[in-house]
């Protein structure tokens, strides 16, 4: 039987409250209180760290001032991943599921969420793909989707973030996920044109419920 | 007592990295409570207790990679002794007078008898209820990795009768290895662990040590893993110069106001970074890079210029240097250096350097021994330059005089072709061609 999945577009959402909307969730997931989770958003402007906040914090280049000029928040988190930068025409998805009992491998799971992103990118007519030993999807040699994820019994939380309209100057105030000597791209950069939020989100939900056998 | 491990989180998954341990050593922990939490990859993953009890010892530290199963922690019974931890702060709570009654008897020699042992933690005591097998002494046990364990058990070793020269007389694999190979196994008094080998490295800070420590800054933590990498990386060799600066130093005086007009300071720093650039253009492997077989020659001359901060050393970068004039050098570099101090610089201005200038000098230092930065395969340090004593044609003269010393990467550059640069610079600073600025 497919396992039924709730998706939510929040629309933009504070990377503070998104945080603590996923903490309750993950808690009434672990406790079966809901069904597997899919949110859909959108972050303002910030940089957020991994679980080694330490060593990320040296992959931020830009001063604190110049963060602040830029109405750039800084946040830490609990995902996997070094730092990385979410805002607007980013399409960040957070995905709440329970990897029990067929899909409990950490491995697996990155493979999986990095599948629906090239399975997206395919929608464009790009062939994205992975890189041995770096995490995300890859258009050529530039990054188009990240992931950083964090698992608490095998429920998930965080996930990954999807350059759609992305303004990619802002990930100049950092190296993306301490690698120095690789860019960033987005679909409208491919493309040539902005693209709607709320159709890349349509292939977002039909290609996560294929790769996950979920049912929306 | 059960241990805990580092659990498979994924088929192709071999190790697993310690971010976090949310219990410490004498925490009662239930079942399934999260314990610590581990890094694979991009995913961050809390692992929960597998049983109820007391966290009586943890073995890998936050930070440590492990591979999957190793064993990771113990957790005891409630009550159960506590291991000496590794972390210091936590030595007194451990201390031998916390060893309940039920655990067996263990020979725990008083602190006093080991003075010289002061800056190792106070003795682990197992709390195991097995007794020690082979009829074996059971000492005070050592910290040890699992490898080092795996090997000691495989060899049936003792490993307190190895000497140990890790950190604290921690017994290494080198030692174990070191030992095994001259006949370890030949008997030998079973001692208490020995002592530190003299020269051995100790902890930095003993315990009770009136010491404040704090936490390296970023840029502090970045220079670190920098300067390591590069001593690392190349084979540093060093060649000091003498160089005779009266010439240029009488047409700075001359020259000096025509630079203020501009806004610009003429320094001693504007005619070596010319004299560079010139003699980078006619020895270019200096400005060049090894990459695995092959030698990538750099087409820009990117002059990396070392600016002290009073939190630490940048080295921001004047790009194109080969197509600037002294003026418009002397001119990006005050601009850099100030906005490095003001922390304004952009991130590109402080990458891509071919080749570096740092100043000892400034400080006082005849010269220094600089270490490379990479990816580059030089770098040249400018003495503190004053006037000296010299000999000219047989009459003692007074002369503007200073060091240069030239740090180069052996791998790729001879003694043969860092003294030609060397000479080069040297010979455009001795006969500098008062047109030239």
Redesign the interface.
């Known amino acids: 039987m497919t396992r039924r999945l709730v998706v939510r577009r929040l629309g933009v959402v504070g990377y503070a409250d998104g945080v603590e909307l996923q903490r309750a969730l993950v808690a009434q997931r672990t406790a079966g209180e809901i069904d597997d989770t899919l949110l859909l958003l959108q972050h303002p402007h910030v940089l957020t760290f ?3 906040a ?1 060593e990320s ?2 992959h931020v ?3 604190p ?1 110049r963060l602040a000029m830029l109405g750039v928040e800084l946040h830490e988190t ?4 070094d730092v990385t930068y979410h805002g607007p025409g980013q399409i960040v998805g957070y995905p709440i599921i329970s990897l029990k009992p067929d899909r ?7 493979r999986d969420l990095e599948e629906v992103m090239i399975r997206v990118a395919a929608e464009y007519g790009f062939q994205a793909g992975r890189s041995p030993g770096l ?1 995300g999807a890859w258009v050529g040699a530039e990054k188009i989707g990240a ?7 095998w429920v998930t939380s965080h996930g990954f973030a999807f350059n759609v309209n992305t303004d990619l100057d802002f990930f ?1 105030l950092i190296v993306p996920c301490g690698i120095s000597d690789r860019g960033v791209t987005s679909l409208r950069r491919l493309t040539g044109r902005a693209i709607p939020i709320p159709e890349v989100e349509d292939h977002f939900v039909r290609h996560f419920c294929a790769v996950f056998a979920r049912e929306s | 007592m059960a241990d805990v491990v580092m659990p498979q ?5 071999a190790e697993g990295t310690i ?2 341990w949310i219990k410490k050593v004498g925490d009662r922990i239930d079942r ?1 409570e ?1 314990l610590f ?1 581990i ?8 692992i ?1 207790s597998p049983s109820a009890g007391v966290l009586v010892e943890i073995r890998a530290k936050e930070g440590e990679t492990v591979p999957v199963n190793s064993v990771v922690a113990v957790i005891g019974e409630a009550g159960a002794a506590v291991a000496a931890p590794a972390m210091i702060e936590t030595v007194a709570a451990a201390a031998p007078s916390r060893v309940p009654s039920a655990a067996p008897p263990v020979p725990v020699p008083a602190p006093a008898d080991r003075p010289a042992r002061a800056a190792v933690p106070a003795p682990a005591v197992e709390a195991s209820a097995a007794p020690p097998a082979e009829g074996a002494v059971a000492l005070p046990r050592q910290r040890t990795s699992p490898l080092v364990r795996k090997i000691a058990k495989e060899h049936r070793l003792d490993l307190a009768r190895v000497p140990g020269t890790g950190l604290g007389g921690r017994v290494t694999k080198d030692d174990i290895l070191g030992f095994m190979e001259k006949g370890g196994q030949a008997a030998r008094p079973i001692a208490f662990p020995a002592a530190p080998t003299p020269g051995a490295p100790t902890a930095a800070v003993k315990p009770g040590g009136n010491v404040e420590v704090v936490a390296l800054s ?1 840029m502090r ?2 220079i670190a893993e920098h300067m390591v990498f590069s001593r690392r990386t190349s084979a540093h060799v060093h060649s000091v110069f003498e160089v005779d600066y009266t010439r240029v130093a009488k047409i700075r005086e001359a020259r000096r106001a025509d630079y203020e007009r501009q806004g610009v300071k003429l320094t001693y720093m504007s005619f070596l970074m010319k004299a560079t650039v010139d003699a980078l253009k006619a020895v270019p492997i200096i400005n060049s890079s090894l990459d695995g077989d092959n030698i990538v020659y750099k087409k820009d001359i990117n002059l990396g210029i070392a600016v002290a901060l009073d939190w630490g050393l940048i080295v921001p970068v004047i790009t194109h240097a080969e197509d600037k004039s002294m003026l418009g050098l002397s001119r990006a570099i005050q601009d850099l250096a100030a906005r490095a101090r003001s ?2 610089l952009k ?1 590109d201005e402080v990458q891509g350097g071919t080749f570096t200038i740092t100043n000892p000098g400034v400080f006082g230092a005849l010269f220094g021994m600089p270490i490379i930065s990479q990816p580059q395969v030089a770098i040249m340090g400018v003495g503190n330059i004053e006037k000296r004593v010299a000999v000219m044609e047989d009459a003692i003269a007074i002369r503007t005089k200073g060091y240069l010393s030239l740090g180069y990467d052996h791998r790729l550059i001879d003694g043969a072709v860092a003294d030609e640069f060397m000479s080069h610079v040297k010979k455009a600073i001795e006969n500098f061609d008062p047109h030239a600025i």
């Open positions: 991994g679980v080694k330490g914090r040296q280049l830009a001063t001032e609990g995902r996997g991943g409990c491998d950490v491995h697996l799971y990155v995490t992931i950083g994820v964090r698992i608490q019994r100049r | 989180m994924g088929e192709s998954i971010v976090r399934d999260p939490e890094s694979t990859d991009k995913v961050d993953a809390e929960p970023v933590k970045k922390k304004q991130p």
